[in-house]
């Protein structure tokens, strides 16, 4: 076996780890596959004979390419965050698991929607240091000199990240049943003009953001508390039809059965506390959309 040869079966070995590592980096399969790519193009060059721990000096590989990918994204980034929304977690699924909205549910409990929404709100140092040490076990010394800080500026921004992800994750009695039971709910009396109802399934401090395209439509940017994001429903988004999105409990406007616009929920304490409206086609091409049965 030569040495580009083994340098492959190396790096296919390690692709799942890799891949996941990327996916919750970027939040994006496709960007995550791209930094695949692009990892693979540095190990081809690079010389690997003093290299002792090459699972180690992969991910190591892998999140740097993510980190530059983190900074342009950040530096050119002027939409709004629906447009980013992630998408379907595929890590170590077959196809035929990925087509079955029950195990989509699954798959979004380890690696949720609302987690990479909050995941995408933090710094890329911040989600380098949060990723690699706390989902992937990699100490502090080693995530350092990834991104030119001191393990202890590492340990903090780690722990900082995890504080902000703390505060806006949902609480430990919530899971992908229990958010589907809750926009079900919602739906039912946005169908029924239940604005009482709506209401009280809402945070009080409830934001629905809407992407460039909703807005190009005439949607708002924002709105902003549940009395206002209850009377929306009630009054103008009553059709929209139950649907899976990533897995989770959501809403679509599908004339025609196609998708044209997407709601996706994030779901704590039994209250929703953000919904994204998304409606650009590129997006929505992107999202694992299942229309439900009424």
Request: hydrophobic letters at 50%; aromatic letters at 6%; a negative charge.
């Amino acid at each position: 076996m030569d040495q580009a040869d083994w340098l492959a079966e190396r790096f296919e070995a390690q692709r799942p780890r890799l891949r996941g590592v990327a996916y919750r980096m970027l939040g994006s399969g496709a960007e995550a596959d791209d930094a695949l790519q692009e990892a693979w193009l540095r190990l081809s060059r690079s010389d690997t004979s003093g290299v002792q721990n090459m699972g180690g000096w992969l991910t190591t590989i892998v999140a740097r390419v993510c980190l530059d990918l983190l900074r342009s994204r950040k530096a050119r980034r002027e939409q709004p965050l629906g447009d980013y929304l992630p998408d379907p977690v595929r890590d170590g699924c077959s196809a035929a698991e990925a087509a079955d909205p029950e195990q989509q549910a699954l798959l979004a409990d380890s690696v949720g929607l609302a987690l990479l929404v909050v995941l995408d709100a933090l710094t890329p140092a911040e989600r380098l240091a949060f990723v690699l040490h706390d989902m992937f076990d990699v100490p502090f010394d080693q995530i350092a000199p990834i991104i030119d800080r001191s393990p202890a500026a590492a340990r903090q921004l780690a722990s900082r990240a995890r504080r902000r992800v703390r505060e806006a994750s949902p609480g430990p009695g919530t899971d992908p049943a229990r958010q589907r039971e809750v926009v079900t709910a919602f739906l039912a009396a946005s169908r029924g003009g239940d604005f009482a109802a709506l209401v009280a399934l809402l945070d009080p401090d409830v934001a629905l953001r809407s992407d460039l395209e909703a807005v190009r439509l005439g949607a708002p940017e924002e709105i902003l508390g549940a009395a206002a994001v209850a009377d929306l429903f009630a009054n103008y988004a009553s059709g929209a039809l139950p649907a899976l999105i990533n897995g989770l409990a959501g809403a679509v406007w599908a004339p025609g059965g196609r998708p044209r616009v997407a709601f996706v929920f994030t779901v704590a304490d039994g209250t929703i506390t953000a919904i994204h409206r998304v409606a650009i086609p590129e997006r929505l091409a992107e999202l694992n959309v299942v229309i439900l049965d009424r």
